[in-house]
């Protein structure tokens, strides 16, 4: 595993879903248990980063050993600072890379987020990121050179712009339809079979 910390972004606040997707059941289990329990399994520590519905995600999530918390008073401002926030609380300890994924993509499991690792323990100065048709974005591994830019990011655009300003050390991984992001009522009953409750 290495240093490797998982950083397991969980602020937003779900507009799109009218409530907060983060705690919707997937098989049983709410989307934001079923990403951090993955990557408990391939990082000795996990931040969560809490916004919206926050001490409703802590309570979620409390009773997992290795996990750290860390909230963003400023959540409604996009998803940049989360990731800032969620670095800084990472690097209490040392660390040698920062893997961000997302609450909201639930189809993702342990064997997922090990290619991801495995790219990157072969090319560790480069950044690791999810093909997607719009451009490149999280899962991503961010090696710590990086760490400075991560902490630095603000707004609405999150780590993207960082992963394409890295274009010429970035290696891609196609991961569709894994990375379905749940968004919207439609989005979960694509997922579930069934309206969110």
Do not use: C
């Not at 998982?6 to 409530?19: C, D, F, K, P």
Request: charge should be negative; hydrophobic fraction near 40%.
């Amino acid at each position: 595993m290495g240093n490797v910390v998982q950083i397991v972004l969980a602020a937003g606040g779900s507009s799109r879903m009218g409530q907060a997707k983060q705690l919707l059941k997937v098989n049983g289990e709410s989307m934001v248990r079923r990403v951090v329990q993955a990557a408990r399994a391939t990082a000795n520590r996990v931040v969560v980063v809490t916004g919206s519905s926050g001490s409703e995600v802590y309570h979620e999530l409390k009773d997992l050993a290795g996990v750290l918390f860390a909230y963003n008073p400023r959540w409604e401002e996009g998803i940049g600072r989360s990731v800032a926030i969620g670095v800084a609380t990472a690097n209490i300890h040392s660390t040698e890379a920062y893997f961000i994924t997302l609450a909201d993509q639930p189809l993702i499991e342990t064997r997922h987020l090990e290619r991801y690792l495995e790219a990157y323990h072969k090319s560790p100065d480069r950044i690791i990121a999810t093909a997607y048709p719009n451009g490149p974005g999280v899962p991503a591994i961010f090696p710590a050179r990086l760490e400075g830019e991560l902490l630095r990011l603000e707004g609405r655009t999150g780590a993207k712009q960082l992963i394409i300003k890295e274009w010429d050390n970035l290696s891609l991984i196609d991961a569709s339809p894994i990375t379905f992001d749940v968004d919207t009522p439609e989005d979960y009953e694509a997922v579930t079979g069934h309206k969110p409750e």
